[in-house]
């Protein structure tokens, strides 16, 4: 089962932009991440959020965390061609038996 | 290469067919995950070992499946009496530790024909 859906399921912007991508989940969680990947290929992790933290960055990722809300957001700064893929935002639910549940995906494109 | 690797890549099975997958997950993860993803969703949870230990099955993974990590090392997945709803792609993903990422490799993209 899905446990987070990824908000807009697809997005279009151009290279230099910025890209803003929501996950919102429905149980308790230890952490949340974010995933990226390319078509047909395996996931590559980017970052990790733990639930007592509320902001997070890695190079040109931003990403927030409202455990209150249950929502989580992606932010990617001046894009790039290569960002072109799709994004998961996974959880690790508190009592979940330490595995992700993966969302549904929002599949970026970014264009020259 | 220090990732995780899975083999076959690709599989084409006839319909009642038994298949075997394998994954070689990083040598210092204890834990180890398999998913399975179709077209436009996001990975779906199978199952997880750590070291040898088959912690969690899903509900997903009918008695037509078993997985093995025999030795706490590489694992198989295998798929008995295939049916084309099994055709996805099958990810294996390992880890050190639960607050750190997973790794995934490249996957096994079964056809059931």
């Known amino acids: 089962s899905q446990q987070g859906e990824e908000d807009p399921q697809a997005l279009s912007i151009q290279e230099g932009e910025n890209a803003t991508m929501n996950c919102s989940y429905k149980?308790?969680?230890?952490?949340l991440q974010w995933y990226r990947q390319n078509s047909g290929r395996g996931l590559v992790h980017l970052i990790l959020?733990?639930?007592?933290?509320r902001e997070k960055h890695s190079g040109r990722l931003r990403v927030t965390l409202d455990t209150s809300k249950k929502s989580s957001s992606l932010l990617i700064t001046a894009s790039r061609a290569a960002d072109t893929a799709s994004y998961f935002c996974?959880?690790?639910?508190?009592?979940?038996?330490?595995?992700?549940?993966f969302g549904t995906g929002t599949q970026l494109k970014v264009e020259l | 290469d220090t990732g995780v690797s899975q083999n076959p890549r690709h599989k084409i099975t006839k319909r009642g067919q038994n298949v075997t997958f394998r994954c070689d997950p990083i040598?210092?993860?204890?834990?180890l995950y398999w998913y399975r993803q179709t077209l436009g969703q996001g990975p779906e949870f199978l199952t997880y070992?750590?070291?040898?230990?088959?912690?969690?099955k899903s509900r997903l993974l009918s008695d037509r499946f078993s997985a093995e990590r025999p030795k706490g090392s590489f694992s198989t997945l295998e798929i008995q009496r295939t049916e084309q709803g099994d055709s996805a792609m099958y990810l294996c993903?390992?880890?050190?530790?639960?607050?750190?990422?997973?790794?995934f490799g490249s996957g096994t993209r079964l056809t059931v024909v």
């Open positions: 149980t308790s969680i230890n952490n």
């Open positions: 070992f750590q070291n040898e230990a088959q912690l969690e």
């Open positions: 040598s210092e993860h204890n834990r």
């Open positions: 993903a390992s880890s050190a530790q639960a607050l750190y990422g997973y790794t």
């Open positions: 959020i733990r639930s007592n933290e």
């Open positions: 996974a959880t690790d639910s508190t009592g979940g038996g330490n595995k992700l549940t």
